[in-house]
């Protein structure tokens, strides 16, 4: 079946710092890949997304790219900030077209970020 | 912006007791699911819901576990006997048309089972 690895956690970076969570796949067809976000006390928002091999997903700073070659989906941002203090959720999803079934959202276990300032 | 909301917040319940937990997905929103994450571990799929039924359910999903959407605001999910391996943040999520659209989440329901 499907599954998402990801970075075990916790990361804590000082602000301004490079960020990178890995983030691998497996599937057995051509999934859509996403990252989630949760804030302290908050429900999962999306970050950003990509729907096909080398798209590239990019919301407030954060990218990641669809590497179908080494199935990753590497999340990284260039300067951290104290409010990108959350728990970070790599996820695909496979539709009905390519194996999977309507859309359910297969999770990695989250990446806990702490930034320093 | 529209947003799915979940109510309670937190649930305690003595285990064998029944709980059902309560979700108000984006008003024109037609696919809806219901996740899971134990402590420490991945959010996991449960169940996905359109047109009135069931679409699709995970092995975690068994008898003690139902859906409903018992009018056009509201999606249930009851658990009939709870057991403490039931503990766990319970997420509901919304999406329009059931395609790589995002799904978006509540803020989840806390549901402790002593």
């Known amino acids: 079946g499907d599954s998402v690895t990801q970075m075990e956690g916790p990361v804590t970076l000082s602000e301004e710092a490079f960020l990178t969570i890995n983030c691998t796949y497996t599937?057995?067809?051509?999934?859509?890949l996403f990252w989630y976000v949760q804030y302290p006390g908050e429900g999962l928002q999306l970050l950003l997304k990509?729907?096909?091999?080398?798209d590239k997903g990019s919301n407030k700073g954060f990218e990641a790219t669809y590497r179908k070659e080494t199935t990753s989906f590497h999340l990284e941002k260039g300067s951290v900030q104290v409010s990108d203090s959350a728990v970070y959720f790599c996820a695909l999803s496979e539709g009905p077209n390519s194996g999977g079934s309507n859309y359910k959202l297969t999770f990695g276990k989250g990446t806990l970020l702490t930034v320093n300032p | 912006e529209p947003e799915v909301t979940q109510t309670p917040s937190h649930q305690v319940t003595q285990m064998g007791q029944e709980v059902i937990l309560r979700c108000v997905p984006i008003s024109n929103h037609l696919y809806f699911y219901w996740y899971r994450q134990i402590l420490g571990q991945k959010v996991e799929f449960l169940v996905s819901f359109y047109n009135n039924e069931i679409s699709e359910k995970s092995e975690i999903f068994d008898d003690q576990f139902s859906v409903e959407r018992p009018d056009g605001s509201n999606f249930t999910l009851k658990i009939r006997s709870t057991k403490l391996e039931d503990s766990a943040m319970y997420f509901c999520a919304s999406t329009r048309r059931g395609s790589t659209d995002t799904q978006y989440f509540g803020p989840g329901t806390r549901l402790t089972v002593l």
């Open positions: 990509a729907t096909k091999a080398d």
């Open positions: 599937a057995t067809g051509y999934p859509s």
